[in-house]
């Protein structure tokens, strides 16, 4: 049986700007003025790498999830 792939993550970042972290990461892998731009960005690395991806509102609250 595989192993699932990593779940990252689209959040706002202190700064105003949007960044995708994989799960527990520390550094974000990459980061956007938009969130459009994120979530385009996530779902591409999510689907290379077999992954899910999480989207939050500017609050932090999940807004969606793909798997």
């Not at 003025?33 to 989207?55: C, L, P, R, S, Y």
Request: glycine letters at 6%.
């Amino acid at each position: 049986m595989a192993l699932p792939g990593k779940t990252y993550h689209v959040t706002l970042r202190e700064d105003g700007r949007w960044q995708v972290k994989a799960e527990k990461a520390v550094k974000a892998l990459k980061v956007f003025d938009t969130q459009k731009e994120a979530i385009a960005f996530a779902e591409t690395i999510a689907e290379n790498q077999d992954g899910t991806f999480v989207i939050h509102k500017k609050d932090g609250k999940i807004r969606k999830q793909y798997y």
